[in-house]
């Protein structure tokens, strides 16, 4: 999973990408892409490993990128974002980043502090970006039509397309098309529409603000976080123990790098299921409604390919009994067929045969 963080000019972008990502903020004032691949927290790994005295563990893992953060009140701003779309496109979901801190040492976008003015105008943009691609296909594919010859696919990915170009017309998502047509999201998969994408709104607030976790409310967000972006990164380069009493301090549960993590999973759906052996514990991301056969594939295709069953069983009913075998004996170990729908914190055991 891949997640682009994008914002407005002094929205502390750049400082949440380091929070999430413990590293540095960037030196210097040039506009970057940075990527960082961070672990998943998971809690339940640890136990896991002890109870199959695991060599190693292995976390899922998320990737972000931070992108450079260009103002949208000029045409050379838009300019300079609208370079960026292509590679904004290739991620899985966005994570927008809106200020909602007062600080006179860092100049405030239009000389507003306004999250929810923020946030509409990079919704209008990423509206426009999107909205500029159909109309681009939708003319080509007119002119396509009017040839004599027999053009049915064309016809019904016009006939969609139309529909998104009404949906963006009126600032509504791509997403609600694809909800609304049962075969659009195959007709539009060559089209990594910016709308379609999962969002996430991450308000940045002030110091001391820091514990005021409700999250900002959105028409636009599948999930939200509130935070203070300066002292989590501060945070993230601490060592666990202190890192655990700055926490306790603040009155937070988690550091922003698992609230944000959470957020992610929560808007793209998805969950994770567990292996353990000698060798490693491991944690797997899949989205939600994956098949025990699906879940395989994503160990090794092979194990898809052979699927045979799925030896599964719930994480905390492992945790209970504390052993595999005990597991056993009680009952808690289920064998799955290949259409079993897969649950969070299942410990799966692939049979295969290729």
Not at 21 to 42: E, S
Not at 166 to 188: K, Y
Not at 314 to 320: G, K, T, V
């Amino acid at each position: 999973m891949n997640c682009a963080i994008i914002g407005l000019p002094q929205s502390g972008k750049s400082t949440l990408f380091a929070a999430a990502t413990g590293l540095a903020p960037a030196p210097g004032q040039m506009p970057q892409v940075r990527r960082a691949a961070v672990p998943v927290p998971d809690h339940r790994l640890k136990p896991l490993a002890k109870i199959f005295a695991s060599k190693k563990i292995t976390h899922a893992n998320i990737e972000f990128t931070d992108f450079p953060g260009f103002s949208l009140a000029d045409g050379h701003g838009r300019d300079q974002f609208r370079k960026y779309l292509p590679d904004i496109r290739s991620t899985d979901c966005l994570v927008v980043v809106v200020r909602a801190f007062e600080n006179e040492g860092v100049p405030a976008y239009r000389d507003r502090i306004n999250p929810s003015a923020d946030l509409d105008e990079v919704w209008e943009e990423l509206v426009f970006g999107d909205l500029e691609t159909v109309t681009n296909r939708v003319e080509k594919l007119e002119a396509a039509l009017k040839k004599p010859t027999k053009h049915d696919d064309e016809k019904r990915e016009l006939a969609v397309l139309q529909r998104c170009q009404e949906a963006l017309e009126n600032e509504r998502p791509i997403s609600t098309v694809l909800d609304e047509i049962t075969d659009a999201a195959g007709l539009l998969s060559n089209f990594p529409f910016l709308t379609e994408k999962p969002l996430i709104v991450v308000q940045n607030v002030s110091e001391d603000h820091a514990a005021d976790t409700q999250p900002p409310a959105s028409a636009h967000a599948r999930a939200a976080v509130s935070l203070c972006a300066e002292l989590e990164a501060e945070m993230a380069r601490l060592d666990e123990a202190d890192r655990a009493a700055f926490l306790a301090d603040l009155g937070l549960e988690a550091p922003a790098q698992e609230r944000l993590i959470g957020a992610c999973y929560e808007a793209m759906g998805y969950i994770s299921f567990l292996t353990g052996g000698p060798t490693e514990a491991r944690a797997w991301s899949i989205p939600k409604g994956f098949t025990a056969m699906e879940a395989a594939g994503r160990i090794h295709t092979d194990l898809a390919r052979g699927f045979i069953r799925a030896e599964t069983v719930a994480y905390d009913d492992l945790l209970a009994v504390g052993d595999y075998k005990a597991a056993k004996a009680a009952g808690k170990v289920r064998q799955e067929p290949k259409n079993y729908v897969v649950q969070d914190g299942d410990v799966m055991l692939i049979k295969f045969n290729v």
